[in-house]
């Protein structure tokens, strides 16, 4: 069983930056690649990041590539996403997720995941 909780939503204008957090409850933290998918208000969730339960891969949306940066920190058992150059069309509900073991990283389905947070919102005002 895997728990996630998101944090560090929140109001920012556009051009800021924000990094949300994924605490990450499991009884092997390591194995679990984990990603990010978001949803936008009248809209579909639609996968953001991911990263491998090793972090030497990593897989970006096009539209946040060279904005966002998805990082893990395996002592604190915590999955980042940190966003810079914020835009009004990233106003949306942020959600963390992970997969069964073994899935490799890449632009993830929302039924290849197996475990949501509850989310976290970020609004973008321009």
């Known amino acids: 069983q895997v728990q996630l909780v998101e944090s560090g939503g929140g109001l920012v204008q556009a051009g800021g930056s924000l990094r949300l957090s994924c605490a990450v409850s499991?009884?092997?933290?390591?194995?679990?690649?984990t990603g990010w998918f978001r949803q936008a208000p009248g809209k579909e969730r639609e996968f953001v990041a991911a990263?491998?339960?090793?972090?030497?891969?990593?897989s970006y949306l096009d539209s946040v590539k060279g904005r966002f940066t998805i990082s893990r920190d395996d002592a604190k058992r915590t999955v980042y996403l940190q966003m810079n150059s914020l835009k009004p069309e990233d106003t949306a509900v942020y959600y963390c997720?992970?997969?069964?073991?073994?899935?490799?990283?890449?632009?993830?389905?929302?039924?290849?995941?197996?475990?949501w947070g509850k989310g976290t919102l970020v609004t973008v005002s321009s």
């Open positions: 997720a992970a997969p069964m073991l073994g899935t490799p990283v890449g632009t993830w389905a929302i039924n290849d995941m197996n475990y």
């Open positions: 499991t009884r092997t933290f390591s194995p679990y690649a």
């Open positions: 990263i491998s339960w090793s972090g030497g891969k990593t």
